[in-house]
């Protein structure tokens, strides 16, 4: 008796039918306009005022449903310090990330099938192999 348990037969097959399959990846296009700007609220002279900040913080991202490996990797302005979120941020990030498109993913290319048999040639008939030659008694 094996101290193993075996696994469930179907299992294994669906595990096989997953790995056999590729899987396409979803591509990003960045849209043409520009990122926007950030803005954030000050105080100033004892009324709140609004003005361009350093950048989105991670939390305005999040509400925006903005990937974060996009936002780095299109050069969208970041503030790691800023933890405040404010709508307008969230909504105009994402206004500008409805205007991004999914590329289609490529189609799986098919599974290479094993080469089909060639017919096989007719054998070429061996050249007959050499005499030997008496040795000369004397």
Do not use: C, Y
Not at 12 to 18: L, P
Not at 70 to 87: G, H, Q, T
Request: proline letters at 10%.
């Amino acid at each position: 008796m094996s101290s193993k348990p075996k696994a469930h037969p179907t299992k294994k097959a669906a595990v096989k039918k997953a790995e056999a399959m590729p899987v396409a990846k979803v591509r990003w296009l960045k849209p043409v306009a520009a990122p926007p700007r950030a803005v954030v609220s000050t105080r100033h002279e004892g009324e709140m005022i609004s003005r361009d900040g350093r950048g989105f913080s991670m939390g305005e991202l999040e509400s925006a449903e903005f990937p974060q490996a996009l936002a780095r990797s299109w050069s969208v302005p970041l503030d790691v310090m800023r933890r405040s979120v404010l709508e307008a941020n969230v909504e105009s990030l994402k206004g500008w990330f409805a205007g991004a498109r999914k590329e289609k993913p490529e189609e799986p290319k098919p599974a290479k099938q094993e080469k089909a048999e060639k017919p096989e040639r007719a054998e070429k008939p061996k050249k007959a192999a050499p005499k030997k030659k008496k040795a000369a008694t004397g």
